[in-house]
């Protein structure tokens, strides 16, 4: 992993930073997951941008998990839940967290084709 700074800046090099999981900022032990790259993504742009250096902070914005058909657990900060109404927290957040209108349009396709008809597990 690289060594970087409290502001996501490669120790001993001007202009060059490390964020997401090749990154490992002293003093600071964070998970390797996507949240993580994406706060310091937005982190990096917002301190690029405005040219100020203010440390990195990470907020733990938790963790869900699919566990099959209508069941998955949520952790977060305000507590836990697991069963159908995690299910349909989990679903909102994927949906939520896609970028592009037509991701948002056909995930709900790809869920509901998966639903009836089974996943595609053929490989050319």
């Known amino acids: 992993a690289v060594v970087s700074t409290q502001s996501t ?4 090099r001007d202009s060059v930073y490390a964020i997401g999981d090749c990154a490992r900022i002293d003093g600071m032990p964070l998970a390797m997951l ?3 790259a994406n706060q310091q993504g937005k982190y990096l742009g917002k ?3 405005s040219g100020q250096d ?3 902070r990470y907020f733990n914005r938790g963790a869900m998990a699919q566990l099959g058909t209508f069941d998955a657990v949520v952790d977060m900060p305000g507590g836990q ?3 159908l109404s995690a299910f349909i927290t989990w679903r909102l957040a994927y949906l939520t967290l896609s970028v592009s209108i037509a ?3 056909l995930i709900p396709m790809y ?4 639903y009836w008809f089974g996943r595609d597990i053929s490989k050319f």
């Open 34 to 36: 996507a949240q993580v």
């Open 54 to 56: 203010i440390p990195f």
């Open 47 to 49: 301190s690029l941008n």
């Open 9 to 12: 800046g490669v120790s001993g």
């Open 103 to 105: 991701n948002k349009m």
């Open 81 to 83: 839940i697991s069963g």
């Open 111 to 114: 869920w509901f084709k998966s």
